[in-house]
């Protein structure tokens, strides 16, 4: 006999800080026991009625702290860390990060992914004092090619971590996936981390492979932050590679 599925009212907070957000509230909205609270960090993402703007870390703990209590959490790319004292607010949670944890928690982990031979891909985990350091629901690895650069990965996280969460969020919700610890070498990337790759060297060697993967690393779309200076002038430094027939 098929087992029936509780379908009564969750309460959810999805907190969003990009537009990969509205892709998750629009699969989410689809959901009618859902009821869904939504917080922005992004002003941009508020043209929807129901999605409440939050400009601050405080802002967002004294909204929250009024709240009543929700049954899961939900985080895609949001900017900031849960005061401690408010997971009491939630029963349960789910943390979008593009990294195959804990191989990359903090920022950019696709950054590093580029400059470093580490392990990387995307995870669904539960929310923890700290950062990034909870319970793992679910991972999927992703390949790296030689020359992607780090809007590629960053790209490539999105689609993938989406539709990880697109499969297994019933699955969570319903208690049917069992969460696991997380194991192996904890690599932990701050903000500033990445500033000693910026500044280039004229008269410093370097292989043109690691040139190659630091440029791509630091190259955002269209804009590249690294630089060198040259007579007291700073100059952008970009590479550009086309695949010739």
């Known amino acids: 006999m098929k087992k029936s599925v509780n379908r009564s009212k969750k309460k959810i907070l999805l907190l969003i800080g990009n537009s990969l957000g509205l892709a998750v509230l629009n699969f989410l909205n689809k959901k009618k026991y859902l009821d869904i609270e939504t917080f922005s960090s992004d002003i941009s993402l508020t043209n929807n009625k129901d999605i409440k703007y939050i400009k601050s870390?405080?802002?967002?703990?004294?909204?929250?702290?009024?709240?009543n209590k929700y049954h899961f959490l939900i985080i895609v790319y949001w900017p900031w860390l849960v005061p401690k004292n408010l997971f009491k607010k939630f029963e349960n949670s789910i943390n979008f990060h593009p990294a195959f944890l804990p191989y990359g928690r903090g920022w950019y982990p696709h950054v590093h992914a580029i400059l470093k031979k580490i392990k990387w891909g995307v995870t669904l985990h539960k929310i923890f004092p700290g950062m990034d350091n909870g319970?793992?629901?679910?991972?999927?690895?992703?390949?790296?090619?030689?020359?992607?650069?780090?809007?590629?990965?960053?790209?490539?996280?999105?689609?993938?971590?989406?539709?990880?969460?697109?499969?297994?969020?019933?699955?969570i919700l319903e208690g049917k996936?069992?969460?696991?610890?997380?194991?192996?070498?904890?690599?932990?990337?701050?903000?500033?981390?990445?500033?000693?790759?910026?500044?280039?060297?004229?008269?410093?060697?370097?292989?043109?492979?690691?040139?190659?993967?630091?440029?791509?690393?630091?190259?955002?779309?269209?804009?590249?932050?690294?630089?060198?200076?040259?007579?007291?002038?700073?100059?952008?430094?970009?590479?550009?590679?086309?695949?010739?027939?």
């Open 177 to 245: 996936v069992m969460e696991k610890k997380q194991k192996g070498k904890i690599l932990i990337f701050k903000k500033k981390d990445l500033l000693k790759y910026d500044k280039l060297f004229l008269n410093k060697r370097y292989k043109l492979i690691d040139l190659i993967k630091i440029n791509n690393a630091r190259t955002f779309k269209n804009k590249s932050f690294n630089f060198f200076i040259d007579n007291g002038q700073k100059y952008e430094f970009k590479i550009n590679i086309k695949k010739l027939k």
């Open 135 to 171: 319970d793992i629901w679910c991972q999927k690895k992703i390949k790296i090619t030689k020359f992607d650069k780090s809007f590629d990965l960053y790209n490539k996280a999105r689609s993938e971590i989406l539709k990880l969460f697109k499969k297994n969020f019933m699955k």
């Open 57 to 67: 870390k405080t802002q967002f703990a004294k909204s929250l702290k009024k709240k």
